[in-house]
């Protein structure tokens, strides 16, 4: 399904874009195409039969010009360099165009979680933590969840790094458990910021969550929760996926009970409820108002965008189309809010989680959500209107603000020496 091209490919062509209709300084441009600074390490883990394994990881950390560093980390069998380092620049744009005082950065591990078990990601999760000791921390580098790492992974973190330094130190990492210093909601924000902008483009569209039809891609932490309050707020889910298969019912699927047939088998795939199984080529090209992909990377490429028939596309995913297909979308007309956009509720409530953190001020759920839509609604304004005043797409005005606003921040910085 690929274009074949990479997502680093993909971002170093979106920067490129941007910096164009910026005007960019060429010295400017050329320091946003590179990382700040690139960690790789061989993780050596003990494994539950008594052997040794060696695993492969990084860091990423691009820009810190508005601020210290902040991303997720992935624990996946295909993660590599170039992957991480996109997903690095991109947390760089979304901070920005969120407008939260952070840079962006990425942590990756290659491993496949899925054949691990839970002492063997403990070992792993702490052998690279103390690995990347002198690089992260409240002020420096602050990691989060992303594929296959969870609140339960980021405890580890805090405990690991916490007993280097000698003291409880819960805002060295975000989306932790909310008794160890988490915040009320952190686990669903990401969703519930995508639910806010698919929202905003509706309204845009003159059209009304209830009754509208959602696919979603990915049935993990940000596609379940996207179902869940789409679900609530009167939508209908047609279809969703995972890594195995997909389901689709045109009378709608209930999200809280395909998540248990998950739990107890592994894979949406199976649920007796579903009309029918379907696979993820079919499930992207389903009739739908809403699509959500909440997977991976290049998943709406020019061999599928052409058959895709949303209306909407809110990407939960970063990554998920390439410029190619953004192209044939935006010829058909499909309003698409792009990752850097719509799912930086996540990073946003790891500010606030942070914030509470460095204050000991605990925020409520309410305090969290309407925190939330203040700052994802002005986002959405802000990206929506240098659209229509640029004559442009979603994604080149959220690209121009991105880009723009570190540009900006580095300028006033100037270099030192
Ligand atoms: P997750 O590990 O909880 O879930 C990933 C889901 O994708 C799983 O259901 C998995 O089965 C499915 N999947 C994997 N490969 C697939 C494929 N080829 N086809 C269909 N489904 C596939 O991860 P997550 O935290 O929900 O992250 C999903 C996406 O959202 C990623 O792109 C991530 O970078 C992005 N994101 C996550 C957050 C966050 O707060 N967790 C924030 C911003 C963006």
Redesign the pocket.
Known sequence: MSDEITPLEVALEQLDLAAEVLDLESEIHAFLKEPKRTLTVSIPVKMDDGGIQVFWGCRVQHIDARGPFKG?I?YHPCVDLGEVTA?AMWMTW?CAVVDIPYGGAKGGVCCNPKTMSQTELEHLTRRYTNMLLDFIGPKRDVP???????SQTMAWIMDTYSRFKGYSIPECVT?KPVILGGLEG??E??SRGVIISVREALKRLGMKMKNATVVI????????HAAKIAAEMGAKIIGV????S?IFDPTGLNPQQVLQH?KVEG??SGFKRAKREIT?TE?LELDCDILI?????N?ITQSNAENIKAKIIGE?????TTPKADEILTEKGVFLIP?ILA?????T??YFEWMQNLTREQLTLPEVNQKLQRIMTRAFADVYNLMTEKETSMRTAALLLGVGRNAEAMRLLGLWP
């Open positions: 997720g992935r997903l979304k989060a969840p992303d594929v296959y790492t969870d989306g952190r686990t924000a990401t891609q990915g049935f993990g932490n940000v596609g379940y996926s995972d890594s195995k997909g998950k894979s949406v993820n499930l992909p909440a997977a991976l990377e998943q939960g995913a970063n990554g998920p990752d799912n930086a509720g996540g990073v409530a790891s």
